[in-house]
C-alpha cells in the first residue's frame, strides 16, 4: 500500500502546479536532504518542513502516504502515540509492531516532530535528520557506584532488574566488563544491547541529568522546569497561591499538545474512599503505630510529587500516628515528607478535610549499608495527637562485634497516658538464592539481647515495640526465642506486606510489628496492611509511569493511650541513654 494507497489524504506540498506535485515532489524533497545547506536554504526553511509529516498529529490516512504503510500499521502507530501521549524521538516510531528500524529508515526523510506551531526555530535542522533532541541530556549511570534507585533511570531497567544487578555486584564484586551485566539474572543478550549505551564504568562519562521524577519515555519534563515547579524553586506544582499555570507556558499549542508536554502530570492521581480515622477504639482514645519500608528513599525521590502524594496520603487515610521509616537514603528525605504534611502543596493533600496534625520527624545516623550507599532509619509522629518524642539514639556496638548489618534505632515516646519504646528494625535480606539466611538468622537470635539491653537501660519499662523490616516470615522457628520472651506478631503469616507493579497481591509477609506480653494488654485487637493507594501516575513504572512508592506496604497496629501498665521512666534525655549489646 504505502503512497499508492486509494485513501491516501496527500500533504501539504506547498507547490502550486499539480503536475509538478505528482511528478517532483519526493523527488524534490530527497534532494534537500542530500544536499542541505541552512546557509543556502534560508527562508525555504518552512516550506520544508511543510512537507514533512508530524508522527504526533498525523492521521491514520495521512501515515499511510508513508511507503511501506498499511492501515494497520498506521493505526497501531496512532495507538501507540495515543498511549506513551505523543512521540519525544523520532527513533520511538520503530518501536511499533510492523514498523522497526527498517522502515523507519525508509521514511524517517519523510517525516519529522514538530515542537512549535509552524516547525520553525532550532529543532528544525533535527528534524531533518530524523531526530528531535530533547531539552534534557540522556542520562549516563556509572553501573559500580549506582544504586538500585539510581539505575532505575536506564530505560529498560526496572526495580527488580536494577536489584538483582546491585545484589550480583554486591556479591561478584565491581564489575570489569559491561558486558558482564549478561550473568545477572533477568539480563539477555536483548536486554544488554538496549541498556548498554546507558551504561558506563568511567566516572567522568556517568551523568545525572534525569531526576527520579523524569523519565525519557514519557515527557523531557522534570521537576526542576519552569513548567513543572518543585519546592526548590518555591513554586508547588499545585500551589493554591500559584500564579504559575501550565496551561499559560503552553499557550501557542492546543490542549493535546499541553497534555503531551505535562506527560504523566495530566493524569490527576486518585485516592480510595475512605471514612476520616476518628483516633479512638471501644470509645477510647487509640493511636495507630505504624511501620514503612519506603525502599531507597533519597531527597531526590521524596521530590517526587508522586511519592509525596502517596505517603502522606496514606499517613493521613489511615489514621497513623507514628511511622517508624527504613530505608531512607540520605537525612533530608524524610523532611521533605513532613513539609509536605504540614504544609500542602498536592490537591490531594490540600483537600483533604479529615484530621491534619502536626508533624515532625527525627532521623537518625547511618545505621550501616544498603545496597551501593548508606541507610538511615527515622520516625515521623504527629503531636496534635498527643505524642511526644523523648529520647533517639541508634543501637550502640563494640567494635569487635556486629550483630546487625544496619543498627536498630530506638525511640522512647509519651502518647498522652501511655509511654513506650520504639524499635526500628530492618534485617538482612536472604539474598536471591537465599545465599544470606545464615547471618539473618544469626541477627533474629540477637534481638532478645536487643530487648534486654534496653530493658537495662531503661529500668521498669516493659512496653518495647518492635517494628520494620524482619525479611522473614514471623511463623519460621527462628522466631521462637522472641515468642519465648512473651512477644506476639501483631501481623499475622500469610497476610502479605510485599507489593510490586507485577504482583499487587503480594507473596511474602516480611514486615511486621512485635509486641511484649504487657504491651498486648493495651493493644486494641486492630492491625492491617495497607494496600490500596500506593501508587501514583506521577511515579516511573521501568519504562512508563504508574509505579509503586516501595516495594514494601505501611502495617500499622492500634494502642490504648490512656494508662501505662509499667513502672518506667522515659524522663530521661536522648544524650543519657546508651544502648550495648552484651554476650
Known sequence: MGGMNSCCIPKKSGIEDDETKKSSFR????????????????????????????????????????????????KKIVDYRRQIKGFKVIEDLALVSGVGAVKLKAIQHEICLKTDDDGKGDNFEASLNGVIKKESKSVIVHLNSSNVFQLMKVKGIGQTLAENIVTYRDKKGPFTNIDDLIKVKGIGPNVLSAIRPQLTLDENLATDSVSYASSKKSSNLNF????IPSRMSDISLHSRNNSHDPAVEFSKGSLENLVDKLGPYSQKPLRPAVEFPTFKCNNRKAVRIASWNLQCCSSEKANNPGVQDVVCMTILENGLSIIAVQELADKEALQKIC???????????Q???????????VISESTGRMYMSNEYNGFLYDEMQGVALVSSTLLAMDKKQKPFTRRPFIATFKISGFDCALVSVHLKATGLENE?????????????????AIRTALPGENDIILLGDFNLSPDTNDFDDLRNLGYHNCIADGVFTNISDANKKGSKTYDNIWISKQTKQVFTGQCDVVREGLSSPWIPKGWTWGGVVSDHCPVWAQFYTGRDLDTGDLKIGPEVIKFVLTD
Open 27 to 74: 523527488k524534490h524533497r530527497r534532494q534537500l536532504s542530500a544536499t542541505f545547506n541552512m546557509a543556502v536554504l534560508g527562508e525555504e526553511k518552512e516550506e520544508l518542513v511543510k512537507n514533512k509529516l508530524d508522527i504526533n498529529t498525523a492521521t491514520e490516512e495521512e501515515l499511510m502516504t508513508l511507503p511501506g504503510i498499511n492501515r494497520e500499521t498506521a
Open 224 to 227: 526542576n522546569t519552569s513548567a
Open 339 to 349: 513539609d509536605e504534611l504540614n504544609t500542602p502543596t498536592l490537591p490531594n493533600n
Open 351 to 361: 483537600k483533604w478535610a479529615g484530621h491534619r496534625g502536626k508533624w515532625r520527624c
Open 436 to 452: 544470606d539466611i545464615g547471618r539473618l538468622q544469626a541477627e533474629i537470635d540477637n534481638i532478645p539481647n536487643l530487648i534486654e
